[in-house]
């Protein structure tokens, strides 16, 4: 069956750094997705990406992140300067249709030190 | 309450028992969507109910919709200890993404 990955699966960095978390939604999907969990706190959604755009974001996803199809099988999330409160895993998830269940990677658990 | 509080925060009960858990939420929903998560791993999508469906069964799983009171149920019956995890329900609005709840933790005891 089809899944989510995601690369790689732990990061540890220094505040200020950059990092790019991978993804490789379901090959036939069109609607890609982040969301992140702060240890034990809710899955909060980020951003929403469909025909090579963001179609929404959060509040939470500020200039610090950007989000890239840079071919037609990764979808990468950038955190250009990271803060402490960065630190949480990133879910990636994707869908074939906008209203349609989304299939969750299984994360990217990212410490910023 | 937010959009999507499950109800109870935990949950713990014995091997081939019953498991519900509620969930509530505040604004119109096009479809409602159950998630589990065991200890630090990914989520795994369990169940889709849209807003005009009462009910949804998918093996030992049965989701409940009432739009009128803006809740949701997840029945989990003849429980396994394989089915200790987080359980979260996720509702989708007009736009396309998820509302989390803060989640169920419940716990199977052999």
């Known amino acids: 069956e089809p899944e989510v990955t995601q690369t790689p699966s732990h990061q540890v960095t220094q505040m200020g750094q950059e990092v790019i978390l991978r993804c490789v939604p379901i090959?036939?999907?069109?609607?890609f997705y982040w969301y992140r969990q702060i240890l034990g706190q809710k899955v909060e959604f980020l951003v929403s990406?469909?025909?090579?755009?963001?179609?929404?974001k959060s509040e939470i996803f500020d200039d610090q992140f950007s989000v890239e199809r840079p071919d037609g099988s990764n979808f990468t999330l950038k955190i250009r300067s990271t803060k402490l409160e960065d630190s949480a895993m990133y879910f990636c998830?994707?869908?074939?249709?906008?209203?349609?269940?989304?299939?969750f990677g299984p994360g990217t658990r990212l410490l910023v030190l | 309450s937010q959009q999507g509080e499950e109800d109870p925060q935990a949950l713990s009960i014995q091997e081939g028992e019953n498991a519900t858990m509620n969930c509530s939420y505040k604004?119109?929903?096009?479809?409602l969507q159950w998630y589990r998560q065991n200890s630090g791993r990914g989520l795994v999508h369990l169940i889709l109910?849209?807003?005009?469906?009462r009910e949804k069964h998918s093996g030992r799983l049965r989701v409940t919709l009432d739009t009128s009171k803006k809740s949701s149920s997840l029945l989990i019956t003849a429980s396994r200890a394989a089915d200790t995890a987080s359980y979260f329900c996720?509702?989708?609005?007009?736009?396309?993404?998820?509302?989390f709840g803060k989640g169920t933790l419940l716990t199977v005891n052999p």
């Open positions: 109910i849209r807003s005009n469906e």
């Open positions: 996720a509702t989708r609005g007009s736009n396309y993404k998820l509302t």
């Open positions: 604004t119109s929903i096009n479809n």
């Open positions: 998830a994707s869908a074939k249709q906008g209203m349609q269940t989304q299939y």
């Open positions: 990406f469909y025909n090579n755009e963001i179609s929404e």
């Open positions: 090959s036939n999907h069109l609607y």
